[in-house]
């Protein structure tokens, strides 16, 4: 019996091993777009790797639903900043098959334009993905910060 449990053992390890390879290229395709989003400086840098019914739900006000509705508020965005520089502090991605997340918390600074003041804020983002002929794009972004609740006030530079 054990020189059955040891010839199967190679074979059993190999399915193990090809199972969980099968897993990281999709994660680390994920984890690239991240990296590309946290390093783009304009809008369409940002943006290359969303769904054309992609949904962002980030920027006031409100939600942008679809292609034009994000463009315009990720212009926006890039527009009113200027020296942008984003890390990612933590990072997590999950998949399966063709749906897949990312949550992080990163930290951005940036140069407000309207108030020629320097920023540093950390926030939470989420992106959730689909995979389309082969190829993982963005359906839903979310970013969020807390908030302290005896003052009802966000905190832009909450520990991570």
């Known amino acids: 019996m054990k020189s059955i449990r040891a010839a199967f053992l190679p074979l059993l390890l190999a399915v193990a091993s090809t199972a969980?390879?099968?897993?990281?290229?999709?994660?680390?395709?994920?984890?690239?777009?991240?990296?590309?989003?946290?390093?783009?400086?304009?809008?369409?840098?940002f943006l290359k790797d969303f769904a054309p019914d992609a949904v962002m739900d980030a920027f006031f006000p409100g939600q942008a639903r679809g292609s034009k509705a994000v463009a315009t508020a990720a212009t926006t965005l890039f527009a009113g900043t200027k020296d942008l520089r984003a890390t990612i502090l933590k990072m997590s991605i999950?998949?399966?098959?063709?749906?897949?997340?990312?949550?992080?918390?990163?930290r951005v600074v940036f140069t407000n334009i309207a108030m020629n003041k320097v920023q540093d804020w950390v926030f939470?983002?989420?992106?959730?993905?689909r995979k389309v002929n082969g190829k993982w794009l963005?359906?839903?972004?979310?970013?969020?910060?807390?908030?302290?609740?005896?003052?009802?006030?966000?905190?832009?530079?909450?520990p991570v």
């Not at 939470?124 to 993905?129: I, M």
């Open 20 to 45: 969980h390879a099968a897993e990281n290229p999709d994660e680390a395709k994920i984890l690239k777009i991240e990296q590309d989003m946290a390093a783009a400086q304009t809008a369409e840098e």
């Open 94 to 106: 999950s998949t399966d098959h063709d749906i897949a997340y990312a949550f992080s918390t990163q």
């Open 124 to 129: 939470r983002q989420v992106d959730c993905y």
């Open 138 to 158: 963005v359906v839903y972004h979310n970013l969020s910060v807390p908030f302290d609740p005896t003052t009802g006030k966000a905190v832009f530079d909450a």
